[in-house]
């Protein structure tokens, strides 16, 4: 994903927040987690339900802060 991310003709919605999610999937998130994460920075937090997301989204940089509800 990273190499296709770079190729000059390739369109990506929010290359920032896509790079941003594959640099949380390599630290360990979940990719669909890492994502809605990373789409998230402009906010002050991210709330869930979900422990092994708020157990595993406290390492990679450029995310929001995390909230574990619940």
Do not use: C, N, W, Y
């Not at 949380?24 to 994502?35: K, N």
């Amino acid at each position: 994903m990273r190499a296709l991310a770079g190729i000059e003709h390739v369109a990506l919605e929010d290359r920032e927040a896509v790079l941003a999610a594959l640099e949380a999937f390599a630290a360990g998130l979940d990719s669909a987690d890492a994502l809605h994460m990373a789409h998230s920075t402009r906010t002050t937090g991210f709330a869930t339900f979900d422990k092994r997301l708020a157990r595993r989204a406290k390492g990679p940089p450029r995310l929001p802060a995390i909230e574990l509800l619940g």
